[in-house]
């Protein structure tokens, strides 16, 4: 793993082409020199090196998702007003928004760029698939930002939201290493389902690390969502079994700007407890990744390596990447 | 004319496909029905033609062109922050400046999500210019913005601006036509570069005409840019040619927020008359336009055709479409 990321790091530092004016690419440069955890370029890189694929051959798709990840978090900082990312200052809040907007703009356009670099037949599957999911991505920003202000958000609707926002990237991760190892268009199929239902997963797990976590390990503060007044499933699902009285309670415990910090998350967090919404998520990350499981068992593939892909998915699950 | 444009709006309307969330359709939807010239469609489709294309193969590409076109729009609107575009509210006037960033992201992409419908091989060189000629937009856009800010700018890095800018996807414009109708590739390479000159006498032209044009013919506001303080060539060539002191009465009026508009605007139209820079201009927008001409003579195509193609170019340039 170490090893694929410094690979990563060496590609997009000499092979990214920087042209100018500067005021466009430095912020650019900025968001992609900032590290994060490249989880999706290592996805691709091993997928495909598991299939038998070169890494060299690999490295454009994943760079080119990367930098797509990073085009979303320009523009989504914008629009949550967000100043600090992995630890640093967002581009909107070391520049200006309208820095954000083109520093955004150019990335997507760099990211369907690297892929010129590939074969006429991987270049049209590549760029045909980035289409696809960018604009699932692009649907999946707006129905989260639309949720802040609706109240009858449906678990269906939630559960759109998350793998358009989030798991089509991932499952677009799985796939495109299938692709560059020239696996068939069964197993790259396959592999974007699994990345889908791991996505999901992930997304859920991620939402019950926020509240639940360990703050050491999640890196994060806890109880985030909460301050913030996301509305996860774990929201939803609470929202959903109370009663009237207690739902009116707990509706103004989330929405109050006024109790102190730790208390209001303390109270939410025991009504996501004694909803059952603790377990019930606790449950969904078991289907989901379940239903990763069964879809790796059909990959055409030998056992052993559907074992090890497995257990790089239980990995990432967990998060010890 | 009329005809590609009735023709031109019914694809539109029949074609795009719009999902969920409406919040984020919605939007993109009014700007693609608010009209405007539909300049570089009407292009496409008439080179196609010009060259025994189909109309029904070259709508898709211009269809990508005008979707393209209004994405920089939505952006560039929030980025000056514009309230009024074709007489209607902007995007984010009308709803925010979120709405605008990302109704305009799923425009880019769906200008090369309608490019899918093509075969392989015209597909690939569809989406490749396109992505060249996006880049090179967003540098021009950020170059442009930066000239706000900035006193030195040269005639170089002025010409640089306008051809990435906007001359860049005019001459797209043409070579989709010829891609469309499957001319050869020389051919199509003298298309793009037709329509590069012609993008920048168009801008040249405007310059002009926002400045010493005839306020009914032209559409908008006369001396809007001098209002804005936009440097334009004409500003650049003045300033260049003033003495210190008439330069610094000149800075000090173009600056001012405090001289009543039409005194403003008289002034520095006289500055820009006496300078040179009116005559300067208008021989510019002929170099640029001799060059188009020169290029057209060069396509391998018989005489008349060629005689059609330059009325047309001429037809551009003097905004009678």
Redesign the interface.
């Known amino acids: 793993m170490t090893e694929n990321i410094k690979l990563f790091e060496d590609y997009l530092k000499k092979e990214l082409k920087y042209?100018?004016?500067e005021?466009?690419y430095d912020p650019v440069k900025y968001i992609l020199e900032s590290g994060g955890k490249r989880l999706r370029p290592l996805i691709t890189l091993y997928i495909s090196e598991l299939f038998n694929g070169k890494k060299i051959v690999a490295l454009p798709a994943a760079a080119a998702l990367e930098i797509f990840h990073n085009f979303t978090l320009a523009?989504d900082d914008?629009?949550d007003n967000s100043s600090i990312r992995r630890g640093k200052k967002t581009i909107n809040a070391k520049w200006d928004?309208?820095t954000g907007?083109?520093s955004?703009?150019?990335m997507?356009?760099?990211s369907?760029?690297i892929l010129?670099q590939y074969e006429?037949s991987k270049?049209?599957l590549f760029?045909?698939k980035l289409?696809?999911i960018?604009?699932l991505v692009?649907?999946g920003?707006?129905?989260d930002?639309?949720f802040a202000s609706k109240n009858d958000i449906t678990e269906n609707e939630y559960f759109e939201m998350i793998k358009n926002k989030t798991a089509v990237l991932i499952g677009c991760s799985f796939m495109f290493g299938g692709i560059a190892a020239e696996t068939n268009t069964s197993n790259t199929d396959l592999l974007y389902r699994i990345g889908l239902n791991l996505g999901i997963a992930f997304q859920l797990e991620d939402d019950l690390l926020d509240c639940f976590g360990d703050q050491e390990k999640f890196g994060k503060k806890i109880g985030g969502d909460i301050l913030e007044k996301k509305k996860t499933l774990l929201y939803l699902f609470t929202y959903s079994k109370l009663e009237s009285e207690k739902k009116l309670e707990f509706e103004n415990i989330f929405n109050s700007n006024e109790i102190e910090e730790s208390e209001k998350i303390n109270s939410i967090k025991s009504f996501y407890e004694t909803s059952g919404a603790l377990e019930y998520l606790k449950n969904k990350v078991k289907v989901y990744f379940n239903e990763a499981e069964m879809l790796i068992d059909k990959l055409e593939f030998d056992h052993d390596t559907k074992k090890k892909l497995n257990l790089f998915c239980k990995t990432l699950l967990n998060r010890e990447i």
């Open positions: 042209n100018k004016p005021s466009l523009h914008i629009m928004d309208n907007i083109l955004g703009d150019v997507l356009i760099i369907y760029e010129n006429d270049y049209i760029s045909k289409t696809e960018s604009r692009c649907e920003q707006q129905a930002m639309d």
